[in-house]
């Protein structure tokens, strides 16, 4: 059965730093989403990822795809408290989600 | 903008009692999940369709939930009889594997 890690679980950055989420997973699979989740709101799609080496960029977010390894990142630049939110990625076709980060992003 | 309609938003029932979610997916979306997240087991896959057929409904208590999609307009997640533990906030999603989903508001479900 597929097993989806995210690391870490909670994420305290300041303003203007950069940070990275990790996403681990276990059995091959060549698609992965990403989502934001604000406090007692539904979820929201950030991107989706098809292929190894894909590698997708919006405002202070990139995320990337290594299918070799099993690995999705999500690389946040210059955190902005607007960014403050839980992240969870997602993976294959049936979309199993990991635990979610809650990031909290401070002046 | 296109969105995905639940219904009800919120839902408080007595324990045994039927409880009906319904989801309108958003028109010619042709994948709809239906999730469940609490704080200590996160979201959790009840059940997909494409093209309105069952692709995995492993993730459900068999025996007491049930979800169908009668129409390419109408997704429905069926618990009888409801338990306590069900309580949750349920989550319908439509969309394309290529594209991404578009998730509901929810129904937030309170078994007492």
């Known amino acids: 059965e597929l097993k989806v890690e995210q690391n870490p679980l909670f994420l305290s950055m300041q303003e203007g730093k950069n940070y990275t989420i990790y996403c681990n997973y276990s059995?091959?699979?060549?698609?992965l989403y990403w989502y934001r989740q604000d406090p007692g709101k539904s979820l929201e799609s950030l991107f989706v990822l098809l292929s190894n080496g894909a590698v997708k960029q919006e405002g202070r977010l990139m995320a990337s795809l290594d299918t070799k390894a099993r690995l999705s990142t999500l690389h946040i630049t210059a955190a902005v408290h607007d960014l403050s939110a839980t992240y969870f990625c997602a993976v294959g076709y049936d979309m199993r989600f990991g635990a979610g980060t809650r990031l909290t992003v401070k002046p | 903008d296109a969105r995905v309609t639940q219904t009800p938003r919120d839902k408080v029932t007595e324990m045994g009692q039927e409880v009906t979610m319904r989801c309108q997916p958003i028109l010619g979306h042709n994948t709809v999940f239906w999730y469940r997240q609490t704080m200590m087991q996160g979201l959790e896959l009840l059940a997909y369709?494409?093209?309105?057929?069952?692709?995995?409904d492993s993730g459900m208590p068999k025996d007491r939930f049930s979800a169908e999609m009668p129409d390419a307009t109408l997704a429905t997640l069926k618990i009888q009889p409801s338990e306590p533990r069900d309580s949750a906030v349920y989550f319908c999603?439509?969309?394309?594997?290529?594209?991404?989903?578009?998730f509901g508001s929810g129904t937030r479900l309170t078994v007492v």
């Open positions: 059995t091959t699979s060549d698609r």
């Open positions: 999603a439509s969309g394309f594997e290529n594209y991404g989903y578009t």
């Open positions: 369709f494409r093209n309105r057929a069952p692709l995995d």
